[in-house]
């Protein structure tokens, strides 16, 4: 006997989820209790994926342009072979390459922007730096020594108006005496190439050689010191205060959570509580399947009544009302989990089409200028295993209302 009774439960758990109540108003709760559930999933999905992407592009293009882990010399280096050796020596490090940093201004026929120049030995450089993989026009190879060319970044090349070929003016921060009186020190380069990697450090950075760097420092043949490009980013700051160590006195380290840690941080910390923020509206939809399914237990005291005269026991009934009620719950994630997959797919191509139809940059106040996303299927998992959770949390305290219903005092005003 028992084990008829329980496929019953799920037969007619089906049936109240598919019948139409006699107070509309609770279908329509019910309704809404479906559709807010399938709003939450779909926004959490979405969101966490934006997210994700926000995360990846920061590894990948803003850390693949800024330097794990550099080891600076406190006065110009001129054995930088001995830095590099040392270095080798760590299995994590897996890309070497000198540098000389400048700070100026580039101009060209008005136009005036600051830059970060780094002198590079091109071929070194690509293994610490993306740069070359995303060369818009030229090449890095075209950085030669004595030619005085320089590789700007796609924004920059843009604000000062000039493409391969043109010239542009380097204005340096130091003076120099003159027949005329102290004039800044400047060089004419000729832009030998131009990288896009839609960021910032598009608008920021300029690439010259290292030796025409050291020309403009007055110190040839001597490097500021040299970048490292690491397996595991996350090992940066350890394996710069190693180095620190190894190399002696006179040398400094430095790592990209000085530069950038925090934004990596503030993207951690700001997926962190949208999801807790964005799961309340799963929270509210629970709510819903609560008071819908406290008004339908109210509305079905004589079906229950019926059902505990011909012998069904109060657990049965209990799982009637949970059947129902998941039922309500999963339907809700399901369709939520379809919208946010296929949403999270394509935001960005719904961003482009914004900004193409109303003509507006929207993303540019963040370090890339288009809105990523990265589906991940673990993410999806969690946010369903917690939305199923909670609608099926959310029917057993009607459920239990249900099971305690009295035939006797049910059936007296029926």
């Known amino acids: 006997m028992r084990a008829m009774f329980r496929p ?34 779909t926004v959490l999905i979405t969101v966490l994926s934006v997210m994700n992407g ?48 400048l700070e100026g201004m580039l101009s060209n026929q008005g136009q005036v ?32 020594d004595g030619e005085f060319n320089v590789v700007l970044g796609y924004g920059l090349a843009r604000r000062l108006s000039v493409g391969l070929g043109d010239k542009v003016t380097l204005v340096l921060p130091e003076a120099t005496l003159s027949p005329a009186g102290v004039m ?35 110190e040839p043949g001597t490097v500021d010191g040299i970048h490292l490009r690491l397996d595991d980013l996350f090992q940066a700051a350890e394996i710069g205060w190693q180095l620190e160590q190894e190399v002696g006195p006179g040398f400094y380290s430095s790592d990209w959570t000085r530069t950038h840690g925090n934004l990596f941080q503030a993207i951690r910390m700001e997926k962190t509580m949208m999801t807790l923020l964005l799961s309340f509206i799963v929270a509210v939809a629970a709510f819903n399947i609560v008071s819908s399914q406290v008004m339908l237990v109210t509305e079905k005291r004589a079906n229950i009544a019926v059902l505990r005269t011909m012998g069904a026991t109060p657990a049965m009934i209990m799982r009637i009302f949970m ?12 369709f939520g989990t379809l919208f946010g997959v296929l949403l999270a797919t394509n935001i960005s191509a719904i961003g482009r089409w914004l900004e193409e139809t109303f003509q507006t940059r929207l993303f540019d106040a963040y370090f890339v200028n288009y809105l990523p996303s990265e589906l991940q299927w673990s993410d999806v998992t969690v946010i369903v295993a917690i939305a199923v959770a909670i609608s099926f949390s959310a029917t057993l305290y009607p459920s239990w209302r249900a099971s305690k219903v009295e035939p006797a005092e049910a059936l007296r005003y029926e």
């Open 113 to 144: 922007a600051g830059v970060f120049v780094s002198g590079i030995e091109p071929e070194a450089e690509k293994t610490v730096s993306i740069v070359s993989d995303f060369m818009d026009e030229g090449t890095l190879e075209s950085l030669q």
């Open 184 to 218: 800044p020190r400047f060089k004419r380069f000729t832009v030998s190439g131009i990288f896009r990697v839609r960021a910032e450090v598009d608008t920021l950075l300029a690439y010259i050689h290292i030796e025409d760097a050291a020309r403009l420092s007055r």
């Open 54 to 101: 926000f995360d990846r592009e920061l590894q990948t293009r803003i850390l693949g342009m800024v330097t794990h882990v550099s080891v600076n010399g406190r006065v110009a280096v001129k054995d930088w072979e001995r830095l590099a050796t040392i270095a080798r020596t760590h299995d994590e490090v897996v890309g070497v390459a000198p540098f000389r940093q």
């Open 8 to 41: 019953l439960s799920l037969y007619i758990g089906l049936r109240y989820t598919g019948a139409k109540a006699r107070n509309n108003f609770i279908s329509v709760i019910t309704l809404f209790s479906a559709l807010g559930l399938m709003l939450g999933v």
């Open 323 to 334: 059947v129902q009620g998941t039922i309500i719950g999963v339907t809700g994630t399901f």
